[in-house]
Structures are given as C-alpha cells and as structure tokens.
C-alpha cells in the first residue's frame, strides 16, 4: 500500500510518497508532521503547509541567508524569526565576521524536532555565536533594545499566529532594530499562486522603509516553484561583492546570482 502526504493550496495538489512517517505531534502553535519521501527524503511540515525537503531546501536557505548578507558590508550582527528548523542559521554559521546570531522561534518543539530528526538543517545550534529566544518574534521586537545589521524573516504562510508578519506594525518594530545601513528580508510567497500575498507585503514595506527590492528563487516543492523575497532598508540597497569566504561552499548561490534574481 503506498501512502502519500500532500499540501493542497487553493486548487493546486503536490503529493509526494512516503518510504516512513518519522514523527507526529501537535505542539501549542501547530501540527508537526516529518516523513522520509522516496524522492525528497525527510520533509517537514507544520500545519499540513511544507517547509522544507531534504533535497531542495538549500535553494530557500541559500536565497535567504546569502542575498541580505551580501547587500551590507561588512555584516555581525543578525537576528532570525522564525526558521526554528536552522537551514538558515546553518547559512550564516558559515560567516567568520559574524559576532551574534539571535534566532527568535515561537515554538520550541520545532527546534527540537528539527534537532532531533533533520539534522541536515539544524546542524547550527551549538555555535557559540548563536542565542534561541523561544518566543513570539513580535514580542522579543518589541522588548529588546539589540540593533542588527541584518533581519532575516524566516517564517511559514501568514496564516494564524504567522499572519502579523505581513503587517505594517510588524515591518515599523523591525525597522526599528535595524542598523541605518541594515537590511530586512522576509519570505514573500510564490508570485503565481500567492500573488496577494506579495503585494501586501511589498506595499506594506513601502509604506515603513525607504527601500525595497524584490527578487526571486527556486524552491520545486513550493507552491508554484518560483519563491519570492522581499528585501527593505532604509538606505539605497546597493550591490556589493561575493563574500569570497562563502562562495566555494555552495550548491545555489554564487555572485551572478545578485542580479539575476531581482524582481
Ligand atoms: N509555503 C511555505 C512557506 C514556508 C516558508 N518558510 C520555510 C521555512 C524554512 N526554514
């Protein structure tokens, strides 16, 4: 008997075949789904909505990590919301300039099940650099005082407790931790299928910073395949050099990508 796990958004099925259901729990956010897939391997998914998979997920964390740190010079201090699977933290940990990495996850069973089943992503969390704030993102902007070069949103669909990270309010507290040259970079949805979604945030950026970008990636098991992100400062965005240190270490990203991938 074959047994199949889907994501159904709007009208559109992605199925994929399951070889062993790894784990299942509800935690107070969420449902936490990991199964191993035949073509896959280990997918994680919260809410019946995938995260990642074992075989592509480097184009999402890549993306997500290596474009806003390549757009501020000299980057050290980042913060993470969201990405309590690590594949992002697991980008930056490969920054020597980096001094702090602040990840802040609402749900700490997702960093434990990550730790515990997909090692692959949540290979980060035992640098130093790194401090995890189990709490709600909006919350920890609000309290802390910690400004940071580089703000990565790492978060699911803007759906439930998710949906404050498309809001104005949510964009004005992270503006108000960045750097004057800092740069913001959140997930944005798939341009074909959650096209609402993105000009919410895009007009929502616009309205809080002075600068915006919009590009695009590959993620094959998302929704539609073709991924944006969005990019705010509140300075002119300007294109810098590939971090010579990163570059060699990657399966995606490389300098040609900067701008190839503007929107
Ligand atoms: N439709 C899925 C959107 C999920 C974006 N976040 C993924 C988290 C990977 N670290």
Known sequence: MSIWIKE?????????????????????YQTIDIVDTYDWGRVLFLDNCMMLTEKDEFFYHETIAHYPMNLVTKATKVLVLGGGDGGTLRELNKYSQIESIDLVEIDQDVIDRSQQFLPFTASGYQDPRVTVYAQDANLFLQNTSNIYDVIICDGSDPTGFAEILICQEFYKLCQSRLNNDGIFITQSGSPLQQS??????????????????????????????????????NQAIADIAMNEEIIHNLKFWNQHLIPALKM
């Open 8 to 28: 159904l958004y709007k009208n559109t099925e992605l199925a994929l075949k399951i070889k062993e259901v790894i784990h299942h729990s509800q935690s107070q």
């Open 196 to 233: 609402d979604e993105l000009v919410i945030v895009q007009n929502n950026l616009k309205q809080v910073f002075t600068e915006t970008r919009t590009i695009w990636s590959l993620i094959p098991t998302y929704p539609g395949a073709y991924w944006s992100f969005s990019i705010a400062s």
